[in-house]
Structure formats: C-alpha cells, structure tokens
C-alpha cells in the first residue's frame, strides 16, 4: 500500500505543484524578515482552492525551500535569511569575503539535502517511537537546553568571552519586555502601550543583523576603492569538488543532522537552536577550531545540514501527537485542520492516502531541492556584484517590508532601526550580534523551564533536586558546565604569556580612568539600579530577569577591570574620528527609515536607493552617474510595486 502512494509522487500535477512550492519557499527565505514561518502562513490562504495532497505538498515544498533559501543571503551579504541560518553566517560569509560565494552556496546546498533526507526518513520510519520520546523533556529538561544553547555563545562566538556572554545577557533582557507568559502581566514596557506585546523575533533579528549590514556597507563606501568589488571576487569551484568536501566531513553533516533532527523534535525548540548546537559540537570536536568563524567549511556543512534535518524532526510530534516541534510546523498544523485532517495515532489510518503522500513527497522535495538549488547557484552568486551603494538601500528596504509585513505593526519598524543602529555601534566595539540574538531566542524557553520547573519540584518535595536530577537533567547541565569551562580554558590561552603585572607597568593611574573603564563603571551602575527596581515586581515576574541582571553585573565588572589594564587610547581615538564622519549619512537613513509611515514605503525606497548613491558621486566617484542612479532607483521601486502591491496585495505603509 505505501508503495502506491509512493508513485502517485510522479504524478505530473504532483511535481509540478512541488517544485512551485520549492521556488517560492527559496524566494521567501532569500528575503530578510521573510521567515519560513511567514511563508507557509501567507501560502496557506492559496491551498483553499486545493485538494489536501496538493494543499500540503505545496505546504512541505515552501516549507523546505524557505529553510534553505535563508543560507543566501547570510553567505553572500551576512544577512541571515530566517533566525534558522543564523549560525551560516559565521563562516559561509567568511568565505564569500574571500572569493568563495559558489563554494559555500555549493556545500549549503548538498548539505541542506543530506541533512533534509535524513530528518525525512527518521518522520518516514521512526516517527511514533520519536515522538514518544520526546514527551519526556519536560521543563527541567527544557530549561537546560536552552541554557546550553545560551552558554554556547561563549564557545562559538570570535572575540572576548565575557562580551559575548554580555551580548547574551542582553539579549535575554529583550525577551522580558512584554506579557510575561507565565503570569499573564506586563513588565518592563516603560508605559508605552507597544511594548506590551513585547519585541517580534523577526523584528529583532532584521534589527540586529540586517540593518547594521546595510549601514556597514555604506560605511566602506567612504574609501576609494568599494571593498565588494576587491574582495568578493568568485573563485571556480564544480559541484564535484563540492561533493567531494561534503564527504570529506562526515563528523560534520552526521552531527548536524543528528543534532537538527533531535532538536526538532523537542516542541518549542526549531532550528534557531538546533544550527547553533550543531555548530558548537562540531567545532567542539574539531583539531582546527581557530579556523571556524575565518571561513570554515565545517561550519557551513553542519549549520545548514542541521537546519534542514529540523523539518523532518519537528513535523514528528506534529503528525503523530498533534503537537508542533516549532513555530512553522504550529502553521503547518492550521493547514491539516483546514482541510478537516486531525493528526494523530489514526492519521496514517483514517487518511492513510494524503498522509504517505505527503511525507513521500517531503523526500521528494529534498531531491528535488538538490537540482533547483544548484542550477541557481550561478545566478545568485551574480549578487555580490552589485555595487554596494544600491545594495545598502536594497537590504534597508528588505529589513523595512519584513519588520512591517510580520504583523502589519508599525513599531516593528521602529525597533528594527533603533536595535540596528544600538548594534551597528557595539560592532565597533567588538561586541558580535549572534549572542544578542541567540539570548533573545531562548530567554523566554529558558524563562518557562525555569518557573515551571520550580512549581512543578516545589510539589514533588524539592524544587532544586528536581533540576539535577534525572539521567537528561544530569547530561545537560554536564554539557553547560563543560562549554563554559572550554570557553574560559580558550580565552587564557588567548592571554597566555600576557601578566597582568606587565600591563600595569605601562600604565599611570589616569589610564585606569579611561572613558572605557568609566563607561563600564557606569554600566554596572545602571544594571544594579535595575536590579534594585525589580523587586516591585512580583516574586514569578523578577526571579529570571535578576538573575540574568547578576550575571550580566558581574561581567560588565570583568568587562571594566579588563579595560583598566588595556592599552586602547590609540584605537579609541581612530575609531572616534570614524564614528563623527559617518553620523550624518547614518542619522539620514535612520531618520528616513523611521519616516516611513508618514512619507510612505515606495517613497521611502526611492529616497534611500537616490540617497546613498548620490552620496557616493559627491564623494567624488565619478564613475557613478546620475543618470544610472535615476533610472535604477525608479526601476527597483516599481518592481517592489508590481510584487508586494499588484501581485501579492501586501498591505504597506503608504503616503497615498
């Protein structure tokens, strides 16, 4: 019987409406702010006209191609294309950055599949043993992942530890604002009825990695020669040799679509963590872990295997329990539901036909996948020649119709220019956005684990026992404690040979004041004044909050004393000078960006595309000419109108 529907697989309208479903899945994810989530969402209306195989065929097909799609743009512009791809950018733009675009998109792509097909024959043959396990995480179990995936800023992060665990810190603090969703009470909103809702992860995410990107590019064109066009020169590579690297590392795509798939199928996780955890243990195991984050192919093999391995993983609860391994499958779940489809022990009875034509379909896809993404390559590694004064405008405008489209929310565009600019300028102070966006994802996972927990254990007898104990308890704060010790162990090495006597000996006593030092002596301030003023709250709403607030005290505390015995005065006032010279072009695109619901979205995007080129021609680029700037500005915003307006009808800000 399953081989029957097995070759219903090859009926012609069958592929047809799957390879629709892959296209438009890696359109979606190529797009910032164009998540997988919202693509199956916004796709779902489309299925009504449908049967239920088409229907969810076209639904796998987006839901595949958008997990892929999002490793584009984070190689080629280090811009992650969903939260999932996050962990890509680390290396695949490393390598775009030294000629190998087509590479790295080459090894995402096979990978993506290797890690894709194996997550869909562990839904295809295991997924009622699966599933039943992994109902026994609870929250303890929960809230140790999340913590592990948090600790593992330390670990896969380039720079100084404890400004990487401040990033975290951080970004934890940002998931607090809002509803808290264990007492049902808002908290920390500063009486602005906005943040009651609290700060959209896509929001957030463009904020932190897609607008900061943009204002860097336009920073590079104040040099004489485009940085782009020096170093981003595409080197051959053949889908031979790319294979061959692939099979080189076995360690690397084993581990990520284990760990993808694994992950996937614990409810709430998804792959936002399962590519960072990949990616942690695979330099964790790796005899060349100072090459990751330089432009390692490990890391792009096991980020996007464990991505796509996920899929698989997280439709497992869905099908056979009825509950969604993460946010795409929670949509995916409405689309079974439309078309009367309950899923459950008796799906794959009572709807034997559509349900193994589906997942037939899904293996399919990944097939499929491999053949579409790499006959696109070519075409899409053209991207990175696109002057940087029109890409800048392209990704502002991308970030501004992703924060806004998300909810149709006008605050979402504020944050995302208030987080870009605040992130822009921690970039200048070696502060990466991974561990702000990585805290910001699981502090609420971390968060409910934690309180549930402590309910649940205060009714057993013992709230603290009930965290450490248990054979997946033990083996996960075991992984906590181990990162964090690998972590301290790599960043003495980084000092080693470096005494803390033999700085102070080139140093007077003013150098111990110097504005770092006093801006972390001030920030430590301002986070014991916060924690003194949590204690209005109630006792659920302030345990998590003070606690990262202790943390993140005793780190700007290190922060401080390590700037006390460093020598920074000559950088300092390098980068200062750089920071003055760049403010009034920022100030401009961050004012415009803003004003885009007063003066509209296509007015805003024809401003910003005229804007940044112009500034680059009266900088004395003369090979840029005016008429060029006119014609492409007015073309790229009219097709923004055919596709977001005529096409899909998207509702946007609008001066008209």
Request: net charge positive.
């Amino acid at each position: 019987m399953d081989f029957f529907f097995f070759w219903q697989i090859f009926e012609i309208h069958h592929i047809l409406v799957l390879v629709i479903g892959l296209v438009l899945g890696i359109v979606i994810g190529a797009l910032p702010g164009l998540t997988p989530t919202m693509g199956v969402a916004l796709m779902i209306p489309f299925t009504f006209s449908l049967g239920p195989t088409e229907g969810l065929i076209l639904l796998g097909g987006i839901y595949c191609g958008s997990v892929f799609g999002g490793s584009i743009p984070a190689i080629l512009f280090n811009v992650p294309g969903a939260p999932a791809n996050v962990a890509t950018t680390f290396d695949g733009y490393q390598m775009t950055r030294q000629g190998q675009s087509r590479k790295a998109l080459e090894l995402a792509t096979i990978s993506s599949v290797i890690g894709g097909l194996f997550g869909m024959f562990l839904l295809l043959f295991f997924a009622p043993v699966f599933a039943s396990f992994s109902l026994k995480f609870g929250p303890t179990e929960s809230f140790w992942i999340a913590i592990f995936g948090i600790t593992v800023i330390a670990a896969i992060s380039e720079g100084s530890v404890s400004k990487n665990l401040i990033g975290g810190c951080l970004g934890i603090a940002l998931s607090f604002i809002g509803i808290s969703t264990i007492t049902g009470m808002a908290r920390f909103t500063f009486g602005f009825d906005s943040l009651v809702g609290g700060l959209h992860m896509v929001a957030v995410l463009i904020g932190l990695f897609a607008f900061p990107q943009a204002l860097r590019l336009i920073e590079t064109l104040r040099d004489k020669h485009d940085e782009r066009t020096v170093t981003h020169k595409t080197t051959k590579s053949t889908i031979r040799e790319s294979f061959g690297d692939v099979i080189k590392r076995p360690k690397a795509v084993t581990l990520g679509s284990g760990i993808g798939a694994f992950i996937g199928m614990v409810p709430g996780a998804g792959g936002n963590i399962a590519s960072l955890l990949a990616y942690n243990e695979v330099k964790r195991f790796s005899k060349n872990k100072k090459r990751f984050g330089k432009g390692e192919k490990d890391g792009v093999i096991a980020s996007e295997s464990a991505n796509n391995a996920m899929v698989g993983g997280s439709l497992i609860p869905l099908l056979t329990l009825g509950i969604p391994g993460s946010p795409t499958a929670a949509i995916f779940l409405g689309g079974l539901l439309i078309h009367g489809i309950w899923p459950g022990n008796n799906l794959f009875v009572d709807h034997a036909g559509v349900a193994y034509t589906f997942l037939y379909s899904m293996i399919a896809a990944q097939v499929l996948l491999l053949f579409v993404g790499l006959a696109m390559i070519r075409y899409m590694t053209k991207l990175i020649h696109i002057p940087a004064y029109f890409m800048a405008p392209v990704i502002l405008s991308f970030s501004i119709i992703g924060a806004y489209t998300t909810q149709n929310n006008v605050f979402d565009i504020y944050t995302v220019v208030l987080i870009g600019l605040f992130m822009f300028f921690l970039q200048k102070f070696d502060f990466s956005p991974a561990p702000v966006a990585l805290g910001f994802i699981l502090g609420t996972i971390a968060e409910q684990g934690l309180m549930q927990g402590l309910q649940l254990g205060g009714a057993k007898g013992s709230a603290l026992s009930y965290f450490f104990t248990g054979s997946w308890n033990v083996v996960l704060y075991g992984l906590v404690v181990i990162t964090v010790a690998i972590a301290i162990m790599q960043n003495v090495k980084k000092e080693n040979g470096k005494s803390i006597q033999s700085k102070i000996k080139v140093h007077s006593w003013r150098e111990f004041l110097s504005l770092s030092s006093l801006c972390w002596l001030g920030f430590s301030g301002i986070v014991l004044l916060c924690f003194y003023l949590m204690f209005d709250l109630s006792f659920q709403q302030r345990l998590f909050p003070q606690i990262t607030f202790i943390f993140l005290f005793v780190l700007s505390v290190i922060e401080c004393m390590k700037s006390c015995f460093s020598q920074t005065g000559g950088s300092t006032k390098k980068r200062s000078s750089e920071l003055v010279s760049l403010i009034g072009i920022i100030m401009f695109v961050s004012v415009i960006s803003l004003l885009t619901t007063l003066i509209g979205f296509y007015l805003q995007v024809l401003i910003l595309m005229v804007s940044i080129p112009l500034y680059i021609y009266f900088k004395g680029k003369k090979e840029i000419s005016i008429k060029k700037i006119l014609v492409v500005s007015l073309s790229f915003t009219c097709i923004l109108y055919v596709i977001f307006t005529i096409l899909l009808s998207v509702p946007l800000p609008n001066f008209f």
